[in-house]
């Protein structure tokens, strides 16, 4: 494999902790993801080795019908990404289906699940609910959860920044890291999760790290913040178009003198996207007294702060539009980044496991 890239930044990034994060291309990024996980990884990208993966067969799962969909929103993400800060010379942006150690050890963590510990996942239920899949899902549905446990594994990360609904997932690729270390590395059972690889562990058995808002709720009032639910405000809209979004936020509240619950809908965004504490407090004080305060009025003063946040990302988003060779100049050093740490990982997990019979390379 050629190297991707040599000298200091590579050195940098290599003894720094790892973490790895992602999102799946099932349309543009929102808000959600900027205050459950996109601010946080731009914090990161500093002191951390940073990969972060477009989970491009993921979308399959719900999409099997769109493949021309899934690479425009890839694409689309990516720039979402830059726009929002994401430096690719500090961080390894990389596609899914570039990376076949991936998908390799897939497979494996497959044989180390009880298939009912899958069907179980409360996220995967969820989805299986809020998406309406019914009994209808594909069988490659379900197997998105153990693909991510190896979307993560295969990058050995320490920390995993995510929102509140990928907890379950991250604790699915916690026993599965503790297992494989039992099995086939033979980590003793009562070894604390730190000291995995102290004691032989292959896998670093990572934790979540939940951003400011582990769950932004939807302009519905009631759904998460969701990129296939038609209840997002997106990083790419307009002006107008969030103002128009914002003013639809569902609370229920019929007039500006009536007390208010701070803890509703339209509060979780205030709180999320008010830089100033003090305006925060006097807004929930007048809105829980009724003190002739409308939510039109928050609203309105929450569309200003919102834009105001996403204005400098626009303008970036807006060099990168007309043309896809930046983006595609990204990808393919990350790609070749992201597979040197990636082929080094299932070394160790097929020499673990017993598959190693002669060395193998990739090449591009
Ligand atoms: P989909 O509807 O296809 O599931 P999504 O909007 O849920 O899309 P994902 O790609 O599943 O987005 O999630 C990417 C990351 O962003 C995950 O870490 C997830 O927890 C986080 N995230 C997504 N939506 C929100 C939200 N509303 N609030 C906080 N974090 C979120
Ligand atoms: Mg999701």
Redesign the pocket.
């Known amino acids: 494999m050629t190297r991707s890239d040599t000298g200091a930044a590579a050195g940098a990034r290599a003894e720094r902790p790892r973490i790895l994060?992602g999102?799946?291309p099932?349309?543009r990024l929102?808000l959600?993801?900027w205050?459950?996980?996109v601010k946080r990884r731009v914090e990161l990208q500093s002191t951390h080795e940073c990969y972060f993966i477009l989970a491009n067969y993921h979308a399959f799962t719900t999409r099997v019908d769109q493949s021309a969909e899934i690479r425009a929103d890839t694409i689309e993400i990516v720039r979402d990404y830059l726009a929002m800060g994401i430096d690719p010379e500090k961080a390894t942006i990389f596609l899914q289906s570039e990376i076949p150690a991936i998908h390799e050890l897939c497979f494996l963590f497959a044989m180390l699940l009880p298939f009912n510990r899958v069907m179980r996942n409360p996220t995967l239920k969820d989805?299986i609910k809020v998406k309406g899949l019914g009994d209808n899902y594909s069988f490659g549905f379900p197997l998105y959860a153990v693909g991510q446990t190896s979307d993560i594994l295969t990058f050995r990360p320490v920390g995993v920044p995510?929102?509140?609904?990928?907890v379950p997932h991250l604790e699915l690729t916690r026993e599965v890291a503790r297992r494989f270390n039992q099995v086939f590395c033979g980590v003793p059972t009562d070894i604390e999760d730190d000291d995995h690889v102290k004691h032989g562990g292959v896998f670093p058995i990572p934790r979540a790290d939940v951003?400011k808002?582990?769950?932004?709720v939807?302009t519905d009032g009631v759904n998460?913040?969701?990129?296939?639910?038609g209840n997002?405000v997106f990083i790419s809209d307009t002006t107008k178009e969030v103002e128009k979004k914002i003013m639809k936020i569902f609370t229920g509240r019929q007039s500006p003198t009536e007390p208010g619950d701070v803890n509703n809908a339209l509060f979780q965004w205030v709180d999320a996207f008010f830089p100033d504490a003090a305006r925060v407090a006097e807004l929930k004080d007048r809105y829980a007294r009724g003190d002739n305060i409308g939510d039109g009025h928050v609203k309105k003063e929450l569309a200003e702060q919102v834009n105001a946040l996403l204005e400098p990302m626009r303008k970036r988003r807006a060099e990168l539009e007309g043309s896809d060779d930046l983006v595609l100049e990204v990808l393919k050093k990350g790609c070749a980044r992201a597979n040197e740490t990636a082929e080094r990982t299932l070394e160790m997990a097929r020499k673990a496991a017993g598959l190693h019979f002669f060395p193998r390379r990739l090449s591009y």
């Open positions: 994060t999102d799946t099932t349309g929102h959600g993801h205050v459950g996980s989805e995510v929102g509140e609904d990928q951003g808002v582990g769950r932004l939807g998460k913040m969701s990129k296939s639910l997002a």
